[in-house]
């Protein structure tokens, strides 16, 4: 094997083929924080915001180990002293530390509210720091509890606090994948705002801490319209990824490949930067140069893919065409879609150049952002089904367009109408305003953006995967 197909063998081992964690432990070698998120990791943010693939379930888990807690509370100094953590609310099932949507729904159902629901998943947690014995054989039971015992409730809190305080340490309790509690937005709402109230409330015990996880679409809504949340929101923080911070990523990866392609790929890095990574144990970090936008990051890039997307300049340098094509109507680019693109543009180099001299072909590149869109709109099935049944519905149209053209294939597809009442997600948000509301929720999600002429654009990381053309731009994908 040649160095460049050794290169490219070793860029493929070190990108995991699945990125999602899925509540898993991450990787310690994986655990990259970007400026951003150093707010967001600290205890007192109790509202985190965040799109599809930017790390908040990453991160749920993350602080929810202790190992790479500890290596976090390097950089968030008040995380070194959090030891007693929960998770409140997830993907994965606990019906012990958490009820299921199903549950949720059922006790809403016998009169519960979810301020009530969520003080029960608070105290069930507290009541195995003060080993307070509580109702516990169902759900039901630790909320009628909660309900007809009001002091005890606060003496019990108290008490957890007072006790954290006496070992000098901190507690944390998790909440994420909200949007799976209900496929109902006005349920959601009361469900998101109670739990903000209940983490309102644990801010009067200095030793106990929430962390909520929301989209950006539950966030956007009124559930920060009660009293004091002010209180909440001057902490909020959000999980934003910028081009610097993708690149510094797939650099962490990279020099943490395993067994002698990481030596490879940190000879590739040394050459660059001057100096190696630093090591700590058997993990690697990047210097400042590697996390910062900078000429050195710009090198390291142009080491693996060249200095242009073709035969020259005309064509946009691949250090920031790569990104620019994976990001969204809002212009942001998830880490899950970066890393997909440049792995599969190591595998199809590989497989379609081999003696091309640089590891990523610009054309494997294209190639690569065809596959991160696939990924994309798999994951946009998971979580907004019924935009894939309306973005599904142009395929072949050539954007930008007018709306009145999207409009006429809509009608044209759903004559009735769009039907959400078979799905178990949330609908859009403005259904009730017919193809108005549709588009204002899809441009809300990034999947549609306006141009200064009004015209409807799609932006490639959507477009390609949905079969919609544009002049000059990547070739859309064939979709059966």
Known sequence: MTEVGAIRQAIIDAIPYRTSNYGESPDPRFV???????????????????????GKSFWTAALNTPYLRAMLGVSVRDLENTRVI???????????????????????RKGFTPYEIWRAVIVRWLATITKDTIPTETWSATATWVKSNPELLARLSQNANNFLLSQNVKGLILFDALDRSSNDWQTMDTIVRDLLKV?????????????????????SRTVTDFPDASKLLATKAELTWQPHDLHGLLWQLLCNAPNGQGELLRTIYKDVIGKTPIQNKEIWSLT??????SRQQRELFEALAGRWMGKDRRRGVPYIWTVSHLADGKGRTSPRSFLAAVREAAEDSRDKYPEHPWSLHYESIKRGVQKASSIRIDELAEDYPWATNMLGALQGL???????????????????????????????????????????DLERLGLFERMKDSRINMPDLYRVGFGLGRRGGVKPMSRK
């Open 32 to 54: 990259y924080v970007p400026p951003a998120h150093l707010k967001a990791l600290r205890l007192e943010s109790n509202v985190v915001i965040g799109s599809r693939g930017v």
């Open 86 to 108: 929960r998770i409140g609310f997830a993907g994965n099932e606990n019906i012990d530390a958490y009820p299921t949507p199903e549950v949720i729904a059922e006790l809403i």
């Open 199 to 219: 983490a309102l409330w644990m801010k009067s015990y200095p030793h106990i801490h929430a962390k909520v996880f929301l989209r950006e679409d539950q966030f």
């Open 288 to 293: 400042d140069e590697a996390r910062r936008e």
């Open 398 to 440: 050539t954007v930008p367009c007018e709306f009145a053209i999207i409009q006429d294939r809509w009608d044209h597809r759903f004559p009735k109408g769009l039907k959400t009442g078979v799905y178990d997600r949330l609908p859009p948000q403005h259904l009730e305003r017919g193809w108005a509301g549709i588009l204002e």
